[in-house]
């Protein structure tokens, strides 16, 4: 556990630096909130204008308290902040809250300043969160030292859920809602500018927080990204989903994210290729999000082959089924037996008898609840979904109440109804049932949780490619690296290349064509000229040395003036071409990315990706995320292309990635061509490109 956090989330003392004398005033919330939910610590107002406070001796600094207090909260103006943090580490407070705003999220000053306090906090070995937030609540320990109004709801609901914000306003909207649907909260933190404590910090205290089964996670942008992947990693590992609503994937949201928190939104490609890898389950919605991360941490049961659905309304039922089958969660048919069970109890005019199973608006309490009994028996259906429509809200949330109670299998809820069955959905609340407002969150919610066992289950199995031989490779100071030595390396990492000779003059070349065999590709070397087609540095199928010769020529004349490495000759080969490339990101390191070759990944969008280190299976599935290289599979005729050999040929390209170290900006392997089975998988085209090592001049 994150012992810095959860010594910080239950403090025995806490200072608040700024509370106003008059408890009306927004400035005075932690004060009221830590008086009405009697939180027993004790609490020491800092205001020099007055002796009492609510009730509380106020006292005129830090320094005059009798005790050293666990934590100080700060909400003090902008220009008095940097005094309160160092007033709190003369006194020696190893936790500090800042409230104010006007630091990161604002200018070059604001970033100055923050670093500041980044730097004052640093030096005094002071856990700072925020600034720019509104605190935390610790529901558990009933520790509402927060701004948010959500710090005065009554009761605090203490739960299974952790929640973690950048945004502090959202964090309590958040609980807000949670306790709206009883979902109970283990601890809500937000973390605003994160000067200090980040979201990944918040990650890795819930992962080992025995009162926390899920958590629900509002993200701008990630500051750690190595540190967030660990922390979620660790969730994965022990069995607590994370459901994440991440903003800043429009380019509005990306800029506004920067003048929010002053958070790098990132690539959204990278962030969806971390939570596919680790199980996270994203949302796009409050309400999502809260029934979704609800369900979660209160259903362990998570492994769905089949749902059987039950319904009172035709249209209900098959609006549910679309839902459930576009996220792949399946209607098996139900056993014979329970067909024959389901026509004893059903009317003649119920013809739907299967599943999803329509029982229609008039059936009695008594024969429902016998339905979801049958349908609960059934040895094909490892959950059961009720839709309801009707309003008859009460009794019937009384009957899906009782058998959920009984069942073994979930019983999950689908309330449609509005104001005439809302005493039916707060009762299922209250006791815990999973019940959804409608049918795609509902299918969201089963769809992450058989997602997540999916995703744990291989992340616990993985075995990551091996970098084998040297860790890194030796590379000039500045510029990038010679064709000879990138496929050097290359082949040495177990990337394999086709048949090709690097030579300098048009003679050398055709010699090289009649050694290889024809037909051959030309193709002009110069670090200027990356994009070889553009450039018109680039001849292919060439069939006689004639050919060759006039080509070299041309192409020579074509990129004169261009820095030159040579002419290389290359054996052509065919088969399905596929992109692969690895690219830095900015916040989670290098992607392997893969996608069809030539134009159609760009243009269609259709690549898929993964944070290295990946496992050979990882390199299989994202093959298969890809919708054009279904043609991998053989097409109209065509026989099956080598994918073996192709899985072998992208583990050795990322084997170079890593080798290549943190100066690796890019690495392209475009395409890879990819033979019927049994005939291999061959680079014809390698850039890579890279930054220029510290200090180089």
């Known amino acids: 556990m994150s012992s810095r ?5 239950t403090p025995r003392s806490i200072a608040l630096v700024g509370c106003p004398g008059d408890l009306t005033r927004p400035g005075a919330r932690p004060l009221v909130y830590l008086r009405q939910h009697h939180y027993t610590g004790n609490v020491y107002p800092v205001n020099p204008r007055h002796a009492e406070i609510g009730g509380f001796k106020a006292y005129p600094s ?3 308290l009798p005790e050293r207090p666990d934590i100080v909260w700060i909400g003090v103006p902008g220009a008095q902040v940097e005094a309160a943090l160092v007033e709190a580490a003369r006194v020696g ?3 500090a809250v800042i409230l104010t705003a006007g630091f990161g999220e604002t200018d070059a000053g604001g970033r100055r300043r923050q670093a500041r306090l980044a730097e004052l906090a640093g030096a005094a070995g002071i856990a700072v969160l925020g600034p720019n937030m509104l605190g935390f609540i610790n529901c558990w320990d009933r520790v509402p030292l927060t701004f948010s109004p959500a710090g005065g709801l009554e009761p605090l609901i203490a739960g299974p859920l952790g929640v973690a914000s950048q945004s502090g306003a959202l964090a309590g909207i958040v609980v807000n809602r949670a306790f709206d649907r009883k979902v109970g909260v283990s601890a809500m933190v937000s973390t605003g500018n994160e000067v200090g404590i980040t979201v990944s910090e918040c990650l890795e205290y819930f992962a080992e927080d025995p009162r926390t089964q899920a958590v629900a996670l509002v993200v701008e942008g990630v500051r750690d990204g190595e540190r967030f992947r660990r922390a979620a990693a660790r969730l994965t590992e022990v069995g607590k989903p994370i459901v994440a609503l991440k903003m800043g994937r429009s380019n509005t949201g990306r800029r506004n994210a920067l003048t929010h928190t002053g958070a790098l939104a990132g690539s959204h490609a990278a962030w969806q290729a971390v939570a596919r890898q680790l199980g996270i389950v994203e949302v796009e919605t409050f309400d999502d999000l809260v029934e979704v991360a609800g369900y979660l941490s209160r259903e362990r049961r998570r492994r769905y082959r089949g749902v059987a659905v039950v319904a009172t309304s035709g249209g209900a039922s ?14 098996p048919r139900l056993a014979p037996a329970t067909v024959a069970a389901l026509g004893g109890l059903l009317p003649d005019y119920a013809h739907t008898r299967d599943n999803p199973v329509d029982v229609t608006a008039g ?7 016998r339905v979801l009994e049958t349908l609960v028996a059934d040895p094909g259906a490892d959950a059961v979904v009720a839709v309801v429509t009707g309003a008859r809200g009460v009794e019937r949330a009384e009957n899906v109440s009782r058998v959920a109670s ?13 104001s005439l069955t809302e005493d039916g959905r707060k009762l299922l609340d209250a006791r815990e049932v999973p019940c959804f407002r409608n049918p795609r969150t509902l299918a969201l919610a089963l769809a992450g949780a058989r997602g997540f066992e999916a995703a744990r289950a291989a992340w616990r199995s993985r075995r990551p490619i091996e970098t084998r031989g040297p860790a890194a490779v030796a590379l000039p100071p500045r510029g990038g690296l010679a064709y000879a030595v990138l ?5 040495r990492a177990g990337v394999p290349q086709v048949p090709e000779a690097l030579v300098g003059t048009p003679e050398e070349a055709a010699r090289a064509a009649r050694r290889l065999g024809f037909p051959v590709a030309l193709k002009v070397l110069a670090p200027d000229l990356p994009h070889k087609t553009e450039a018109g540095a680039l001849a292919l199928g060439l069939a006689t040395a004639g050919e060759v010769r006039s080509a070299a020529a041309r192409l020579l004349k074509r990129t004169r003036g261009a820095r030159v490495e040579g002419l290389l000759v290359q054996r052509m080969v065919s088969g399905v071409e596929v992109l692969v490339g690895v690219t830095r990101d900015p916040t989670f390191g290098p992607l392997l990315v893969i996608g069809a070759g030539g134009v159609q990944a760009e243009l269609l969008a259709d690549t898929a990706c993964r944070p290295l280190p990946v496992s050979r299976q990882e390199i299989v599935t994202l093959l298969g995320e890809v919708r054009a290289l279904g043609v991998l599979r053989g097409y109209r005729g065509r026989p099956p292309a080598d994918v073996p ?6 583990a050795g390209l990322t084997r170079l990635a890593q080798r290549l170290g943190a100066r690796l900006v890019s690495l392209d392997a475009n395409p890879i061509v990819v033979r019927e089975r049994g005939h291999g998988a061959f680079a014809v085209d390698l850039l890579v490109e890279l930054t220029a090592a510290t200090g180089a001049g």
């Open 5 to 9: 956090l959860a010594a910080f989330l």
């Open 62 to 64: 830090l320094a005059a």
């Open 93 to 95: 407070v190893p936790h």
């Open 318 to 331: 098959i609006m549910t089924a679309d839902q459930l089958e576009a996220r792949s969660i399946a209607l």
């Open 363 to 369: 059936l009695s309490e008594a024969l429902f609840g």
């Open 406 to 418: 009984e069942s073994s299998k979930p019983l999950l809820a689908c309330w449609l109804g509005g």
């Open 487 to 491: 496929a050097d390396l290359a082949c």
């Open 645 to 650: 050999a192709l899985v072998q040929a992208i």
